[in-house]
């Protein structure tokens, strides 16, 4: 890597969210009131408990903390730093009844985990002795990991099918590096294969392994493959070169391969969600002068978070409202977007009559969500819902074929990290009521299987 490339990441891809210093982190664990049926515990996908693990932290005893993180959600390393607590635990607390600053759960959950990775070595769960059953899980990203965690720990043989050459999925690929780098997905999945779980990777289910093979080889498969490509626009000169699809965009900036990219004076990005304002983020920090992200929708509507839309203009973004794409024009490349002005009337999105206008740039980014797996879905015989997701049952996330489930974006169309870590839980008890019912649940694994439950304060206190 060259020294220009080296300072333009050391300066625009430093974390944005620094860990806390062993004293501030104590001297923040000690603000927690530990309440009891605490709104954070709630308000967290996996039921973690939270003023048990802050009041481990506070006691010195950050192994135990990392453990009682880890039992209910084994992404929470990475969670502590993709998880937009804004709108979750840290969103849920107490503190803001009284209009101050709440509890730091995530730089909290950060100090536990980032400790215990320190040590190394298995983490703190064992696998409990071999049931006799194998389960596929196809997919080694959020919810591929947390799936396989607790079926080891049920004692099962597990295999990851992974498209890619190294897990982690969108963790590894897909999340800004100045909020989370690739080392803290990879060590999350290697605490998972000293559990045993088994990688088949750089080999794609549907092309290079027969679906067949999978549902005649194991007693269960899991899919967790997250969604398919980008959509697309559906408009003239969207093959064009420049134009790039958000997540290979993203990925090539966190490989630091800028050179794959080329350089863009002016780039436009399509869409309104957390990814195109990630997109958009990553193309400043890479310096890219003007970034321009257009959505077709109203800044109200846009699905992207609010501190994340700050983030944007933060990093001097801007922004074009109420305009929907209607052609990229070039003729070798990429040299602009014709766009069309939009309004909302009867709850349908209209295109207003002789509103077109043309943004010249040399860089198009597409954020406009992604694609189902539909070759999958035939292959394996399973069913979609009508917007293209996995159907599944949803206590059980089992899908139409009773010895298929699945989690993660492939059934939620895209939610976060932790969503799917909760996902992968669920599917694991699932498959496990599935395939031995009558079996007791050791002590070891009584407590996360009653996070599922919809009464998590219930399971924490029992
Ligand atoms: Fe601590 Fe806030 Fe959770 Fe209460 S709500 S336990 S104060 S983090």
Redesign the pocket.
Known sequence: MSAELERVYRENFKEIKPPLKPEEARLEAS?????YD????RACPTHID??RF?KQIASDNLKGSAKTILEANPLGHSCARACPVEVL??G????HEWQDH??Q?AKLQRRATDYLHELGGAGPFKPAPDNGHRVAVIGAGPAGISCAVYLRRLGYAVTIFEKEKVPGGLNTFGIAEYKMGRKVSLAEAKMAFALGVKLSSGKEVGKDILPRSLLEDFSAIFIATGLGSTQRLGVPGEDLPGVWEALAFIRHVKNRELSALGSSALTVVIGGGNTAIDAATQSKRIGTPRVVMAYRRSAAEMGAYGFEYELAKQDEAEFLWNSAPVRIIGRKKVEGVEFQKTRVKGGKLHLLPGSHFTIACDRVIKAIGQSQLRDLAQAMNFKLDKDGRIAVNPETLRTSVSKIFAGGDAINGGKEVVNAAADGKRAALAIHRFLMPAAELSPENRYWARTIESRPAEALHA
């Open positions: 603000r927690c009131l530990y309440c605490a709104p954070c515990v939270v003023p802050i635990c840290e849920a607390c107490v503190y709440p509890i759960i």
